[in-house]
């Protein structure tokens, strides 16, 4: 047993702090729209947090720890080149905006507004199946890391019984998932995640300084230069013969980001959530801010660990890992369990429970964020276009439960029987592209072309669906098939789209974007930001449009600042490292930089954001106190 009683004990108080907040917000749940979208009274820091944690999870941050094991610190130089791009969709509103002003409760919900009834059904059944599929491993892979990192015994004994402790560590997590989900929806979702969310950015930055205060740099980069020729993991230029984490896993990742933005619907809720358009775009930029305490975790971590592993000064410690991985017969498991093993042996107590209930936290708000809306996109979207009669609000909303139930019960057996042979953001691609491989011209197409037809959506879906499914298939067959399962995400979106683009084209259809978006005439009152408008010009225009408070521009200038500065560093150190070939020593000092500069940034991010998250948390239990429930408003298309 690796954790001692006082880090059992952090552990237990932290999983009773959520427990707390899901038990105190189940009296706000009053209809269906509470259950789907918490009645969309979230504010931009409430959203970026929340969201923001149940996107990462426990099965995430071990496939980070995957990823920067493999790579070092040089995947981290092109992702400098990223928040550029985040910051053109975010302050864009690319997506998230105009899906926020169609009201609709889940993306399949759209598609029947803007497409058909029939493809609705069809985009729902893909998008569940999908994403039953992607989420089919997470608890697996949860309850192996909280194995190797408590140390548990392989089995246990009930009533005299022998048990797999692998099942019953599954078992119990997703019973503690689905509970937090069942009680109130989206509404305790939102507030599980919050509490985690900020709990896990102080956790992250603590254990980043005890490691800075007792693990020197030169040490790691002692480490790290011995990596295989054109492999290096500290020069992003010298990496030729670097496999699967590269440039190109970069390069299609950036692609992907603009093409699926709202595509993946294991966390479809958030896009309905917050208050207004406007917040939701909001709480995209301030997701730019929210990640930086978690990069620096999941960077430099797995390089500490990768020196732990490497260097003559940790070989003892390094042997008794490395016997341990030995027992464990296959490689995808021992590459998912490397790190944490090793942070068992370097951590100290009390921050060993803390990591353990990080772990335990993003378990939950992942698992409690995916169960709810997988299960509601099976209802909202499959079963409720069957029927002829409306559902009362108590019945729609036992089938909801029920439908949470049956997705729980699924990922457990599935768990127990798939053989995973990818490294997880392998299969994360592949398997997610089933649906996003063409849901995303779809959806692009949708609230950006007039000219976007049904027969051209329906063609784009089959053909995203088709090549992607093929990749899971031959995968499953051949594991160590030459093109891996970023390759087939990028080759599902471009066919997508082309075919997207050419059938709508031969079809020749317009449709209302301002009826769909409810611009104009057609504008909803209720969804008008609460601010005075007057005209923008010149430099402020830049800032934001009229309905941005001084709050609002201010957030932008050090956003714009904090981007173009990283912006500036990439652009001179390519020029600098092509002019005089640039050394490892140098690379090294550069990162030393990026680490202690980030880790600064992220102390001051932690302060704002949980101030801002609790004045957002107090903010919707009041809107929800005084709101007026409207019970036909629970996620079904009236046709008109």
Known sequence: ??????????????????????????????????????????????????????????????????????????????????????????????????FRETRCMTMAQFFEVRYSSNFRIFAGILAFVSGLINFGIFPAVGAKFFIFFCGLPATIVLFGLPISTYVVVMMF???????????????????????????????????????????????????????PQDASLINPFNTSKAEDFNFWFFLIGVIGFFYNMLSWQGTQAYNSSAENAHEAKMGKVLSIWRQVPQKIFYVFVPVLAYTILHHPKFSGIASEIKATLSSIPADKIQSQTRVPLTLTKILPVGLLGSLAAVMLGAFIS???????????????????????????????????????????????FFSLLFK??????????????????????????GLYWKKGTTK????????????????????????DFSING???????????????????????????????LHRG??????????????????????????????????????TYIWIFAWLAIFIIGTILNYTHNLTDKQWMGFWKFWTISNLFTAIGIFIWFTIGGVKNLISMFTRLDTLQRDDTDNGEYIHK
């Open 456 to 479: 051209g959506a329906w063609a784009s879906l089959i053909v995203g669906s088709v090549i992607s499914t093929g990749g899971v298939v031959i995968h499953q067959i051949d594991p």
């Open 420 to 445: 995973q042979t990818q490294y997880i953001f392998m299969f994360f691609a592949v398997t997610g592209s089933i649906f996003v491989g063409g849901a995303g011209a779809v959806i692009i197409g």
């Open 366 to 412: 992942t698992h409690d964020t995916y169960l709810h809306s997988w299960g509601s996109i099976f209802i909202q979207d499959i079963v409720l276009p069957f029927r002829k009669k409306k559902l009362k609000k108590k019945e729609h909303i036992k089938l909801l439960r029920a439908s949470i139930v049956g997705v729980a019960i699924f990922i457990f």
């Open 521 to 558: 005439k057609y504008k909803i009152e209720d969804d008008e930001v609460n601010i005075q408008k007057k005209q923008i010009v010149g430099i402020k225009r830049l800032l934001g449009g009229e309905e941005f408070s001084n709050i609002d521009r201010m957030i932008y200038l050090i």
């Open 486 to 516: 970023q390759w087939f995400w990028l080759i599902a979106m471009v066919s997508a789209s082309f075919t997207y683009i050419a059938v709508s084209l031969l079809d020749n259809k317009e449709v209302n974007l301002d009826k769909l």
């Open 1 to 98: 047993m690796n954790l001692t009683l006082i880090d059992w004990g952090i552990v237990v108080i932290m999983l009773g702090i959520m427990s707390s907040g899901i038990f105190f917000s189940r009296r706000q749940m009053r209809s269906v729209a509470d259950y789907l979208s918490a009645n969309r009274s979230a504010g931009r820091y409430l959203v970026s947090v929340s969201e923001g944690i149940a996107a990462l999870g426990a099965i995430t941050i071990i496939g980070y720890f995957e990823q920067y094991y493999e790579s070092g610190f040089t995947m981290m130089w092109w992702d400098l080149t990223m928040v550029f791009f985040l910051l053109v969709a975010f302050a864009s509103g690319w997506v998230v905006y105009r």
């Open 173 to 227: 997590l997703l019973l503690i998932s689905l509970t937090f989900v069942f009680v109130g929806g989206q509404i305790s979702v939102i507030v599980a995640d919050f509490i985690q969310g900020t709990f896990v950015n102080l956790v992250f930055i603590i254990i980043v300084i005890y490691f800075l205060f007792n693990f020197d740099f030169s040490t790691i980069f002692e480490a790290l230069r011995n990596a």
